[in-house]
C-alpha cells in the first residue's frame, strides 16, 4: 500500500514536500516514482528513485526544482519540490515498480502500485 500526503496550496515560487508512506512490501527490491496529472491532461512521469542503490532520474521540466529523498527506517520517500511553477498543479501519485534491472523509468504503465493521490496546487 502506498499513501502519499503533503499536497495543497501554494504560491508560485513556494516550495512543498510531498511524502509517500509504503507498507506491505520491502522496497529494497522495488523503484519508487512519482507521477501527476494536471486536469485535463494525461498522467506523466516526474521522478523516481532505485531504492536500493538510491539512484534517481527526473523528467527535464522539474530537474533543478524537485528532489526524491528517502528514509528507509520508516519505509518513506519523499519529493520536495522547489520553485514551484501554476503548471506544476496537479494530482501527485507514488508508485513502486518491481525492479528486475538497475535503472529505473516512468512508464505509466509498468507500475505496480499506486497511491490515490495528493492534490498541488500553484495559484496566486
Known amino acids: 500500500q502506498l499513501v502519499e500526503s503533503g499536497g495543497g496550496l501554494v504560491q508560485p515560487g513556494s516550495s512543498l514536500r510531498l511524502s509517500c508512506a509504503a507498507s506491505?512490501?520491502?522496497?529494497?527490491?522495488?523503484?519508487i516514482g512519482w507521477f501527476r496529472q494536471a486536469p485535463g491532461k494525461e498522467r506523466e512521469g516526474v521522478s523516481c528513485m532505485v531504492m536500493s542503490s538510491g539512484s534517481t532520474h527526473y523528467v527535464d521540466s522539474v530537474k533543478g526544482r524537485f528532489t526524491m529523498s528517502r528514509d528507509n527506517a520508516k519505509n518513506l520517500v519523499f519529493l520536495e519540490m522547489d520553485s514551484l511553477k501554476p503548471e506544476d498543479t496537479a494530482v501527485y501519485y507514488c508508485?513502486?515498480?518491481?525492479?528486475?534491472?538497475?535503472?529505473?523509468?516512468?512508464?505509466?504503465?509498468?507500475?505496480?502500485?499506486w497511491g490515490k493521490g495528493t492534490l498541488v496546487n500553484v495559484s496566486s
Open positions: 506491505g512490501f520491502t522496497l529494497d527490491y522495488y523503484a
Open positions: 508508485t513502486a515498480d518491481l525492479l528486475y534491472s538497475d535503472a529505473c523509468n516512468l512508464v505509466v504503465s509498468g507500475m505496480d502500485y
